[in-house]
């Protein structure tokens, strides 16, 4: 006896599991903005400080 022609086997794709793990994988990274801030100089006090003496002591006053 032969199958009825609806009868075929799902085809099963892993499309949803594919995006499913890279929605999380990307969600997970961290963000560009982020990266920026991490790797910007950061400027204490002290350097601040040191700056502001070495300008006087070349003679720039104001």
């Not at 982020?34 to 002591?57: D, K, M, T, V, Y």
Request: aromatic content about 4%.
């Amino acid at each position: 006896m032969k199958r009825h022609i609806l009868d075929k086997p799902k085809s099963r794709t892993n499309s949803g599991l594919k995006l499913s793990f890279s929605r999380i994988e990307l969600n997970s990274l961290p963000h560009q903005e982020s990266l920026l801030l991490q790797r910007r100089p950061r400027r204490s006090a002290n350097s601040q400080r040191l700056r502001e003496f070495a300008r006087i002591e070349r003679g720039y006053l104001a």
